[in-house]
């Protein structure tokens, strides 16, 4: 993995802990808020879950490419072996 990789995978870690605090903090503001206050505290959700949906696409991204990369090491390490040990690892 390269550094970005693993910078982003850190990023993610903390953002779930953001987050699980923001929408703690939105329950009970929904609890605790007057009527009137809802359209914006639904405004904040909206951008929330926009915010959410946008890492869930850059962790699907880099899942893909993760993907990608280990076929093709995978690839690699098969056309390198003997025929003996290729029909041995890879039936």
Known sequence: ???KDRRVLRTVDRLKVYILVIAIGIFLHLL???SSEMHMTTS???LALCG???LTQRLLTFISVLD???TRVINAVKRSLPEEQRKEFFP
């Open 52 to 54: 959410v949906f946008w």
């Open 68 to 70: 990608l990369e280990l």
């Open 1 to 3: 993995m390269s550094a």
């Open 32 to 34: 605790l808020a007057p």
């Open 44 to 46: 904040v959700i909206g």
